[in-house]
């Protein structure tokens, strides 16, 4: 009899599935796949699964294996395939079912991924601030101690000392008893003793007073140093918006269209400013603005020892400053509401001199600058003079000067004049350091310094402490420094030899960025002006004025030849090492202007040797003297 190879198809109880290829039967009577059965009964404790009530025991050896082949000497079956993959569009249903699961489970996935990066980010934060607080709150603690450890030593000092005064006194009752025949010689003795001690005391006293005299100079004061925070506040928010500036390419090409055009000489005015009787020479220059912007003045210093603030919109002088006994060789100035100016101006004889220059009605004769005090700088000759930005008037202003002698000194103008408030000084590695150059950041927190050897110093006005030191120029003296109106860039330059580089560093991180080589039509590097959007950098020399591409330092958009020595008594030549004065700045609109405005820029310059302050400008279709 031939036997069988038939074939019996069985549905498992618990999934439904069918075929099976390890059917087992139950008790119970329910057939079902002996590996889902299986793990069916290790997750519920091996409880049968068909029991309604739920307490029957299964375990498996109970269960009944099935054969699906009616013949033991069968061998092993494939199992048919399920009726919905028998056609092809059952199989793309099926494909494609699949696939919608996969990118359903990405992006749980990814969902997940995001929030677990989200409470890692917040435990990071917390775990910070937790660090925060404990470094805070060990460094009380510290202090804590220190006081502490000061107040037992003073306490254990005066109890020292009045032991001491009990034994002396014990002492002296002593002798007295025992040497009755000796008293007027004792007498005599303890008086001299006594005038001996009254003699050192004024010594002692001046002595103490001058080292807390030095204490308290180390430090700002904590009135000046909350206004300078406050002002902090304001203007960083300032420097953020221009660090943010994006220009379009159309405002570029206008731009530096507006630069190419003072190469070609669209307009110059050669003004001389100094006296004729005087050698020739412009030594410093800064530039200024009314509150309203629409007033733009330049304040320049030299050999004739004046200062001179010169209305570049009206062309006409508006005041000299005099008083200084040597060259003007650094002036800054700033304008208030109340319609004044404030010029501060530094000189060879060592001081630092204010200056009050009214504004409103400058066409009033019997309006005069005023002179509002000077100070004569501890330290050397002033190397910079800057009036702080926290500065609300002419009797409520803050200047720092920066003397030759390596101090950074800050004075406090009020309606009593010039005080000193504080001096920080930097003793570098190998003792004093010569201070030759200064420059204020545009927040008013940050003030660095140039030296001799070629250092750029740091100051942390904040902490009154020095926040870091580079070193370049191959240790010769830094004579100028300019910081970009985003505070990220500072320029420096070095006057001698002839055509030195001009360094750009990065003040974030604390290290030299790029340098700028100014090529032989400069001469002597004698300063250096970023324009209002920090877009742009002119380097000035003895010969020409180069104007190059902030982040691109290479690209020249524009260079201005000087004109010869015009006016005055021609300069001395300069020795080898000896630094060039001179000064560049900004002026006009142009690179800021607002879509529809009239976009006008000017630059205007004066170095040591040249008789006039020439100013190149122009005004974008138009023409006349207004620039």
């Not at 400013?273 to 005087?278: E, W």
Request: proline share 4%; charged share 25%; hydrophobic share 35%.
């Amino acid at each position: 009899m031939a036997q069988s190879n038939a074939t019996q198809t069985f549905t498992c109880a618990l999934t439904g599935l069918s075929p099976l290829t390890d059917p087992v039967v139950t008790p119970s009577g329910y057939v079902a796949s002996r590996k889902l059965l299986l793990t069916k009964l290790s997750e519920n404790g091996g409880v049968d699964p068909f029991d309604i009530a739920g307490t029957r025991r299964l375990d498996e050896s109970a269960l009944v294996e099935l054969n699906t082949i009616a013949t033991a000497s069968a061998g092993a079956v494939v199992p048919p395939r399920p009726p919905k993959a028998t056609s092809l569009p059952s199989l793309l249903g099926m494909l494609q079912h699949e696939f919608d699961a996969v990118l359903l489970e990405l992006y749980d996935s990814r969902k997940a991924l995001e929030e677990t990066r989200r409470e890692l980010s917040s435990a990071l934060y917390q775990n910070d601030a937790a660090v925060r607080v404990v470094a805070r709150v060990v460094r009380e603690r510290d202090e804590a101690r220190g006081r502490l450890e000061e107040f037992m030593a003073t306490d254990t000092a005066a109890s020292a000392a009045a032991g001491a005064g009990r034994r002396s006194e014990a002492a002296s009752a002593s002798a007295a008893a025992l040497s009755v025949a000796e008293p007027q010689k004792r007498v005599r003795e303890e008086e001299a003793t006594a005038v001996e001690e009254e003699s050192d005391a004024p010594s002692k006293k001046a002595k103490t007073d001058e080292e807390d005299k030095e204490d308290t100079l180390a430090k700002i004061p904590a009135a000046e140093l909350s206004a300078m925070s406050s002002t902090w506040k304001k203007l960083s928010k300032g420097r953020k918006s221009i660090a943010k500036l994006k220009r379009s390419s159309e405002e570029t090409a206008n731009n530096e269209a507006l630069l190419s055009k003072l190469a070609e000489g669209a307009k110059e005015k050669k003004v001389n400013l100094g006296k004729s009787s005087a050698k020739a020479g412009v030594l410093c220059m800064t530039s200024l603005k009314s509150k309203d912007g629409t007033v733009e003045y330049t304040v320049t210093g030299g050999h004739d020892k004046t200062a001179i603030v010169y209305n570049v919109t009206s062309g006409k002088i508006l005041a000299t400053l005099g008083g200084a006994g040597g060259d003007v060789t650094s002036v800054h100035g700033t304008t208030f509401e109340d319609g004044s100016m404030l010029v501060v101006t530094g000189s060879a004889d060592g001081f630092a001199r204010a200056y009050a220059v009214p504004l409103v009605g400058e066409d009033d004769d019997d309006e005069e600058p005023t002179l509002l005090g000077e100070a004569e700088s501890s330290g050397g000759a002033p190397a910079n003079v800057t009036v702080h930005p926290s500065s609300s008037g002419v009797d409520d202003a803050r200047i720092l000067v920066a003397s030759t002698e390596g101090t950074v000194e800050l004075w406090k103008l009020s309606a009593e004049g010039l005080k000193l408030s504080t001096r920080l000084e930097s003793k570098g590695e190998e003792g004093g350091i010569k201070l030759s150059s200064g420059c204020m950041h545009p927040d008013g927190l940050i003030y660095i310094s140039g030296t001799s050897d070629g250092q750029l110093i740091v100051w942390d006005l904040k902490t009154q402490a020095v926040a870091g030191t580079l070193k370049g120029h191959d240790g010769n003296p830094i004579d100028f420094i300019a910081i970009s109106e985003n505070g990220y860039h500072v320029a420096t330059s070095s006057s001698n030899p002839a055509n030195s580089p001009v360094h750009l560093w990065d003040l974030r991180k604390l290290k030299l960025a790029a340098t700028i080589d100014p090529g032989d039509g400069v001469g002597h590097v004698t300063s250096l002006a970023f324009d209002p959007t920090a877009t742009y950098l002119a380097y000035a020399g003895d010969e020409s004025i180069g104007v190059c591409v902030a982040k691109d330092w290479d690209r020249v958009v524009c260079t201005l030849t000087l004109p010869k020595n015009v006016g005055g008594k021609k300069g001395k030549k300069k020795s080898v090492g000896e630094s060039y004065g001179g000064g560049v700045v900004w002026g006009g609109k142009g690179l800021s202007a607002k879509e529809g405005e009239e976009g006008k820029v000017w630059l205007a310059t004066g170095c040591d040797g040249q008789g006039p302050f020439d100013s190149g400008g122009l005004s974008e279709g138009e023409e006349g003297d207004d620039n």
